[in-house]
């Protein structure tokens, strides 16, 4: 029960990586409130659900205000939502670089806004931005998504800075995953995943409770002296 009595906060809730760690963080004593854009794909009694486009700025601060109307306090952040609209740069069009910059780093930004300022009123808090080993390496046909993994990086150290900075302990780190099994990787092809696999120190791709393992660590006590860090969850990936 690493995260008694905590309320955390998991964007993009519904399934994959958000799905388990929601799920983690409640077996683990947490109250969780799954946002997504779509429902949830389980059932668990801690796991509360809230519609949220998290692109949506006004939409996040009514979001945020409810929470802290109804529960008192958000103690964890989980900026998991995420999206990708894969072309090579010059098949690139404004619709899929809009999209992807939208979801995966104004949406980080709508929510932090708020929750980072609070956290420090409250007297402490866990934010995790979910990157990738895409924004630490780069990869061909992901510029969108490659800019707004490396973006949440640099999100996640300024906040570190800026939210500690009165002597609270607000904290803030990001993890950047490898490849994990989740619907993500649907679009991925078989001979591809193969070779991200081979890339790797461990041959294998990752599994999503090893991301949400990671997470529980990064928003629970056992990590009190962990800030402004990138945790890579990627099985030794050698690009
Ligand atoms: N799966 C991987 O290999 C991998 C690797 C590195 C990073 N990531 C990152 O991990 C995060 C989760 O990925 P996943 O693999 O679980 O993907 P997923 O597609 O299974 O889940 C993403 C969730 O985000 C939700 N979402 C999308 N747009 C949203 C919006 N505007 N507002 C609210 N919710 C929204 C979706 O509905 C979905 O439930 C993403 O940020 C992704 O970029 C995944």
Known sequence: MRLKNKVAVVTGGAKG?????AMLFAANGAKV??????????????????????????????????????????????????????AMTRKMTDDMWNAVISVNLTGVFNLTRHIGPHMEEIGGGSIINISSV???FG??????????????????MTWAKEFARKGVPVRVNAIAPGYIMTDMMKTVPPELLEKF????????????EEIAKAALFLASDDASYVT?????????MRL
Not at 17 to 21: N, R
Not at 139 to 156: D, E, F
Not at 197 to 208: F, H, I, N, S, V
Not at 228 to 236: E, L, S
């Open 139 to 156: 990869n061909i046909g992901q510029a969108n998504y490659a800019a707004t993994k490396a973006g949440v990086i640099g999100l996640t």
């Open 33 to 86: 409130i799954a946002v997504d854009m779509m429902p949830l794909t389980y059932e668990n009694p801690n796991v509360e659900y809230f519609q949220l486009n998290v692109s949506d700025s006004a939409a996040c601060k009514a979001f945020c205000d409810k929470v802290i109307e109804k529960y008192g306090k958000i103690d964890i952040l989980v900026n998991n939502a995420g999206i990708t609209r894969d």
């Open 228 to 236: 402004g860090q990138t945790i890579a969850v990627n099985g030794g």
């Open 17 to 21: 990586l958000g799905g388990e760690m």
């Open 134 to 136: 895409v924004g630490q």
């Open 197 to 208: 696999a081979k890339q790797t120190m461990l041959g294998r791709l990752g599994q999503p």
